[in-house]
């Protein structure tokens, strides 16, 4: 998906600043109107204690929006860090869209990209506020106003002011339409690290996520779903279930059935008592070995082309013809808080509580199911405990079944549903299983004359209501990192096959490139060596001289690594690159083999994602993303079982990445002055290649299908 | 009835005693600093002090902290939990933060039992404490300047 920030999208957030009391919404000069602290309709508020709080459009769910944006308000606004706070936009499509979707939503690691210039237009704009405002109470020009560090001050005649005191004076100042920003040279805070806005309260246990949510009355409810993909509710008996002290009710719904307690445990109880009879007349009744099958028939097939150049039948001149197939399996995305969500419906209006991703969807859909204006649904986006793309769901399935939970109830009152890790590792939605098949030809030279790679998977976003996006094309983020590829490689055709099954899929931090960075960096490790070329070497071979920022990267990665092959005193080495969500990052890995098994030591990661403008949590985004995938390459795979049932079910046999396992890091930052883009997501799709390159370098062990673990059990 | 005391308040509480303590800290104390994340003691996001010993209140059942006790993220407080969470605060540790409380937890227990771990002992103590988002290089970096600062 592309960052486009279009002028339109800033006015129409910028417009509605809050300085103190609210600004109407529009342009034009502004009027004081009835303060209402809470009413979220903008991006600033600035108490008369000076406190600065910035609303931000983009869920925190670890990656650091928070902090992020605040920082570029507070950069424009020449605000003290320490008067700065962040506090999550509510659902509200007009104000909080993410110009990048042109709807409010999360994810693609867009939060910084498409907010970059919006927050700081809506910083400069408040500034120009709080000046003018000053300008007129000291009667002196506004050029000769100074403002840092949250001080706004007139050196010649010695007046001095704090934002808070000023709120209500520039509350009556006109908006201004297209404030000028500071360049690049003039930032303050912009490439500096400076505390996390949301880490103290992640410390002492105040942080507010949804399951944290307790309203007067509130009945607590978990939902029997099919143990079958697609199998719905036959019959239930319920007495046993009803008999649990403090269970309330039974509801059947449309994604099960559903029992309502005074507190947690009881609804647990309840549902292990309810006794369901499930029709899986329509559903998934494959074993994934099954499905493998399937899928790696329709990739030896071709599927449709998605992209060509040249001719590739010029293989069977190839001195040298390498083939493979890979097998990837679905994954779930396991965020350590399950999902929730908290709905009050009282009076013909529903509140809701909880980390809604794509507020977009989630309220028209809680509307749609209760039969009452979208206006009349409002939604507090939370804090939420991870999401690596589980939370942001075009089908807004969790969101719909809170909001069935509540109409089934039959009356007005408090719900909080939650799902325990075995729903959630049991429930779908998970990165699609995925079959690459490949074939390269080398000349006698060398050279990569022909590449041919088919992609079998299901689509995430056809079937959903996202397909519109796709305008009747094929789902990019299928095969996304298999084409676009910078490589020189002659002729290429890369095809889709288009796999169905009842199972939900979706998209898991970093997306398509999850599988296709692994597939494609592994497989050309192969291809060169069986060229004769050295893994980094032979990569800026294949790029073209003005790859600067690919280059810049392995260059980088191969310079802090001290690169000197694939093998060096018993360990092996492996590099990988991958370019993801317009962010470059290139990985080598050190593995040790302890006896027999793969142990990563260490990791160097170069990324570049533009203007780095919080260097710490740029690290940190690598560091996390590197343990996140060195989980899954490692251990993690859903299976079907024969039948279809999913046979992995917590966190004892969906195993992650521990301490133990976690590899020493550094991270290089390659300077830039481009715009910037993200890093939730790009630090994920190199390690588990370069980790695999390394691993094969050492051992001999070819790694096709994941997880390793699995592989060798 | 079951009488116990959490962060020095004594409770006497009429409950189904198979309860997990996670479920009466959060739904009957509102005490919800102690996470849920597997229910299983598999992650250890429910990590509390039973008796001065981390212990995972998920698989705890209410009927065995018969007049214990219990001390929860919101209250604990000496050296070693103020040298963690201050190193935790230095490094910007969390990132969406759901494990952090337990994380706090072990890693307070771990250095008062040793107050200058390895990295050894830093596996040991903290392996049952998942990190999804895998911030697991700022926890080892974190309970290393918690020992320096305890150190003096």
């Not at chain 1, 508020?45 to 869920?59: A, C, N, S």
């Amino acid at each position: 998906m592309g960052v486009i920030t279009t002028r339109r999208g800033f006015l129409a957030g910028s417009a509605g600043l809050t300085l103190g009391l609210m600004l109407p919404l529009g342009r034009g000069r502004a009027q004081m109107t009835v303060a209402r602290p809470f009413a979220p309709n903008a991006f600033i508020r600035i108490g008369t204690d000076d406190i600065v709080t910035v609303l931000i459009k983009h869920i925190e769910m670890g990656q650091g929006p928070y902090t992020g944006l605040a920082t570029l308000v507070a950069e424009e606004l020449d605000a003290d860090w320490s008067q700065m706070r962040a506090e999550g936009a509510p659902a509200n499509d007009q104000l909080y869209a993410n110009l990048a979707f042109g709807l409010q939503g999360t994810g693609g690691s867009t939060a910084m990209a498409n907010s970059f210039m919006q927050m700081r237009k809506a910083g400069a704009a408040c500034r120009a506020m709080l000046v003018a405002a000053a300008a007129r109470e000291w009667g002196v020009p506004a050029a000769e106003i100074s403002v840092a560090a949250g001080a706004v001050s007139h050196a010649a005649s010695g007046h001095k002011s704090g934002f808070g005191a000023l709120t209500a004076a520039a509350a009556k100042e006109p908006v201004p339409d297209d404030p000028p920003v500071k360049t690049a040279d003039q930032f303050v805070l912009i490439g500096k690290d400076r505390p996390k806005l949301d880490t103290v309260g992640k410390t002492n246990g105040t942080a507010q996520f949804t399951l944290d949510v307790y309203r007067d009355g509130m009945l607590t409810v978990v939902v029997a779903h099919p143990p079958k993909f697609g199998a719905k509710v036959a019959s239930f008996d319920d007495k046993a279930a009803l008999a649990v002290k403090g269970v309330e009710m039974v509801r059947q719904i449309g994604s099960g059935v559903a029992v309502y307690a005074t507190n947690t445990f009881a609804a647990l109880k309840g549902r292990d008592a309810l006794v369901v009879k499930w029709d899986d007349t329509a559903a998934e009744t494959r074993s994934s070995a099954q499905m493998f099958d399937a899928f790696a028939k329709a990739a030896a097939e071709g599927g449709v082309t998605v992209e060509e150049k040249g001719d590739v039948s010029v293989m069977s001149g190839a001195a040298k013809v390498l083939e493979a197939e890979y097998r990837f399996p679905y994954l779930a995305h396991a965020p350590m808080e399950p999902l929730d969500a908290v709905i009050e419906v009282r009076g013909g209006k529903a509140e809701m509580w909880f980390g809604s991703q794509f507020p977009t969807f989630d309220r028209p859909t809680v509307a749609a199911v209760l039969g009452i204006p979208v206006e009349d649904v409002s939604i507090n986006v939370l804090l939420a405990g991870g999401s690596f793309g589980r939370r942001a769901q075009g089908s807004a399935h969790l969101a719909s079944e809170a909001a069935e939970i509540a109409k089934a109830a039959g009356r007005d009152g408090a719900f909080k549903l939650v799902w325990t890790r075995e729903d959630d590792v049991k429930g779908g939605y998970y990165r699609p299983m995925t079959v690459h098949r490949f074939r390269a030809g080398i000349d006698a030279e060398g050279k990569i004359i022909a590449w041919e790679n088919t992609v079998a998977n299901q689509s995430i976003m056809m079937g959903t209501p996202l397909e519109a996006m796709l305008q009747g094309g094929p789902d990019n983020s299928s095969f996304e990192g298999s084409t676009g590829l910078p490589y020189q490689f002659g002729a290429r055709r890369i095809g889709w096959a288009r796999m169905e099954s009842p199972v939900s899929v979706l998209w898991w931090r970093s997306v398509g490139h999850t599988h296709t960075a692994y597939a494609v960096e592994t497989f050309l490790d192969e291809v060169l060596e069986a060229a004769g070329k050295d893994p980094v070497q032979g990569r800026l071979e294949l790029l073209p001289a003005d790859a600067l920022r690919e280059r810049g990267v392995i260059e980088k990665v191969a310079e802090i690594s001290g690169w000197t092959g694939p093998v060096r005193d018993g360990k092996g080495y492996g590099i990988a690159w991958a370019k993801s969500f317009n962010t470059y990052v290139a990985q080598v890995v050190e593995v040790e083999n302890q006896a027999g098994i793969p142990k990563v030591t260490r990791v160097w990661c170069a990324v570049d994602c533009g203007i780095a403008v919080n260097p710490n949590i740029i690290r940190a985004q690598m560091e996390g993303g590197i343990g996140y995938a060195l989980g899954t390459v490692l251990h993690s795979r859903i299976t079907l079982g024969e039948g279809g049932e999913v046979e992995q079910s917590n966190f004892d046999d969906y195993p992650m990445l521990r301490i133990s396992e976690m590899p020493a890091v550094e991270v290089a930052i390659i300077a830039s002055e481009a715009d910037p883009t993200g890093v939730g997501e790009p630090g994920v799709p190199p390690l588990g290649p370069a980790m695999a390159n390394a691993w094969r370098a050492l051992s001999g062990q070819i790694q096709h299908y994941l997880p390793i673990g699995g592989a060798m059990s | 009835m079951t009488t116990f005391r959490v962060n020095g308040r004594d409770h006497d509480l009429d409950i189904d005693p198979d309860t997990p303590l996670l479920w009466v800290l959060r739904d009957e104390l509102r005490l919800t600093g102690t996470k849920f994340g597997c229910g299983i003691a598999q992650c250890g996001a429910c990590t509390v002090m039973l008796d001065g010993m981390p212990r995972r209140s998920c698989v705890t059942p209410i009927s065995m902290v018969e007049g214990s006790e219990i001390v929860t993220i919101e209250a604990i407080e000496g050296p070693e939990a103020d040298a963690v969470r201050a190193a935790w605060t230095a490094i910007d540790v969390p990132q969406c933060g759901w494990c952090q409380s337990g994380q706090i937890m072990s890693a307070t227990a771990l250095l008062q039992a040793i107050p200058k771990p390895t990295d050894g002992d830093i596996n040991d103590a903290m392996a049952g404490n998942v990190c999804r988002c895998a911030t697991y290089v700022r926890i080892r970096q974190a309970i290393h300047d918690a020992a320096k600062t305890l150190e003096g």
